[in-house]
């Protein structure tokens, strides 16, 4: 089944405290992001990768990292989480990249990583 | 700036009443224009996209999206609501610098 893959699902952590979010995609794409959604606020993109080695900043970048070793891998990366960043996060991926046909752009996304930081 | 609106936090419509949830945007450009609907506990999942061409775009589940240049809005519809329809419906823009602005959602509920 094609699928974007994100754990943990579920995470409580403290203030400081180094953590990872797997991102993983079996479908060969190219584009793959990551978005924090908040309530009243929608959905935000924090980094975006267009192919291996390739990453770029969305519109909240602050405070987190990503790396894009791997096609299928693009995990986001907390170096120090603080509170503000206590959201659900999703994952997403889209092949061709966006933007080069028509039948490209549409996002296939993660269930969710819902992160707390006490 | 660039931004996605849905005015309405919550809609409220009768089963078998016709739908609209609304979004406009403001963005630089020629941008591509999305629907997606999230169940509780779920991750988003694709509706329907405008790219170009006929300003009324057909969807899954018998959704719909009339696409207004002018207005630069893209709301969403239905003729017919279904119970099942109940959700969280966001509307989202692509720009030419592949990034992706969403609105802050629309909760639907309908009624039996």
């Known amino acids: 089944e094609a699928q974007v893959t994100q754990n943990p699902r579920y995470l409580i952590t403290v203030t400081g405290k180094k953590l990872t979010v797997t991102c993983s995609q079996n479908m060969n794409h190219e584009y793959m992001s990551w978005y924090r959604q908040d309530p009243g606020l929608g959905l935000r993109q924090i980094y975006y990768s267009m192919n291996v080695e390739v990453t770029d900043k969305g519109d909240v970048p602050e405070g987190y990292k990503v790396s894009r070793k791997e096609k299928r891998n693009f995990p986001l990366i907390l170096e120090s989480p603080s509170p503000n960043q206590t959201s659900l996060y999703f994952c997403a991926s889209s092949s061709p990249n966006p933007g080069r046909s028509s039948g490209a752009n549409v996002l296939t996304f993660g269930a969710g990583s819902r992160l707390t930081v006490l | 700036a660039q931004s996605v609106a849905q005015p309405e936090d919550q809609v409220n419509v009768a089963e078998g009443n016709p739908l609209t949830v609304k979004c406009t945007y403001s963005?630089?450009?020629?941008?591509?224009l999305f629907w997606y609907v999230q169940y509780p506990n779920r991750g988003l999942q694709f509706l329907l996209k405008y790219i170009t061409g006929d300003n009324l775009v057909k969807g899954s589940y018998g959704f719909e999206a009339e696409f207004n240049k002018s207005q630069t809005s893209f709301h969403l519809k239905k003729p017919s609501a279904l119970v099942s329809d109940s959700a969280l419906y966001f509307c989202a823009v692509h720009t030419n610098f592949n990034k992706f602005y969403f609105g802050s959602g629309t909760k639907l509920n309908v009624k039996p």
């Open positions: 963005v630089s450009g020629n941008p591509y």
